[in-house]
């Protein structure tokens, strides 16, 4: 699905100090997983994320996507590329001014998809994330966990093969972090769409992921598969975000597999 082979990206601009924001990753992301990216705040998550769209251009190494080589490709190539990879983030991003439905709606209208067409998606797009009842409304009249919701149905209105998913809970209670984890988790399931999620909370993974990659400093530091999703995996609590924040990244897989496998 997607591959990075040795990416590295380096950030400064010229009589600045440079700093190195990722270091020679390769990594692979499987088709129809739910792939984690977990680290500490500053260790190159997001760039990382970023750079398997493209949004990010690495300064070394390849990007590739579906059989397809990114790196070399100019940004009117990457447009078609991107429609095919939804991004949702800590902050929702939508748009105030539109109703919930004409912001599903806006990718559809940047394509150039006419009208009819874009209406119906975006209904098919909110009834998937369980908002057909808010489809008049207006942001501000939404919960953060619904504002979420929009956003999943926003990114899911092209039909993306990919979900990159950047610290979609992290501004949510730990409540509305279980429901939206379930909106992906069906999604995955229902549609084949592979997720990517980076996060810093050790429960996020816990609960949803089949493979993790941990970052350290810019480097990939481990990577492992967690034991099957099963009734028993999703349904206890673990410790909470607070706590996996402040957990050293060398114990992430001991406390990720180590906690699946009491429940075992
Ligand atoms: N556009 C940029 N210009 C300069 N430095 C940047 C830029 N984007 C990220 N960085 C730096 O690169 C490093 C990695 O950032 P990145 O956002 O990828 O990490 P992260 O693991 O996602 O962190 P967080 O969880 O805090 O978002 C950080 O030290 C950050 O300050």
């Not at 990753?25 to 398997?52: D, F, N, Q, W, Y």
């Not at 093969?161 to 949510?172: G, Y």
């Not at 609960?207 to 099963?230: I, Y």
Request: with cysteine; charged share 25%; net charge neutral.
């Amino acid at each position: 699905m997607i591959s990075l082979k040795q990416v590295g990206k380096t950030y400064g601009t010229p009589g600045q100090e440079a700093f190195s924001a990722v270091q020679d990753v390769s990594l692979h992301i499987k088709p129809g997983s739910i792939h984690g990216i977990i680290g500490e705040s500053g260790a190159g998550k997001s760039t990382l994320l970023r750079m398997m769209n493209m949004l990010e251009r690495p300064d070394t190494g390849q990007v590739w996507f579906e059989g397809l080589e990114l790196t070399g490709m100019t940004e009117h190539q990457l447009r078609e590329i991107r429609r095919q990879s939804g991004m949702i983030f800590q902050q929702f991003n939508l748009l105030h001014n539109r109703t919930v439905a004409r912001n599903v709606e806006m990718p559809l209208e940047l394509a150039g998809v006419p009208g009819k067409q874009r209406r119906q998606r975006a209904e098919e797009c909110l009834a998937i994330t369980g908002l057909t009842d808010k489809a008049r409304q207006y942001p501000a009249a939404l919960s953060g966990g619904q504002k979420q919701r929009v956003a999943i149905a926003r990114a899911l209105a092209p039909n993306p093969k990919v979900l990159l998913c950047d610290e979609p809970t992290s501004s949510l209670d730990p409540r509305t972090t279980i429901d939206i984890l379930s909106v992906l988790r069906e999604i995955n399931r229902s549609l084949g769409v592979t997720i990517v999620i980076v996060t810093h909370e050790m429960d996020v993974v816990r609960r949803l992921c089949d493979e993790v990659t941990v970052m350290e400093g810019g480097r990939l530091t481990d990577q492992f598969m967690l034991p099957s999703r099963g009734a028993g995996r999703h349904g206890e609590g673990g410790a909470s975000g607070d706590e996996a924040a402040l957990s050293p990244p060398a114990s992430y897989r001991e406390q990720l597999l180590g906690k699946a496998g009491e429940r075992e």
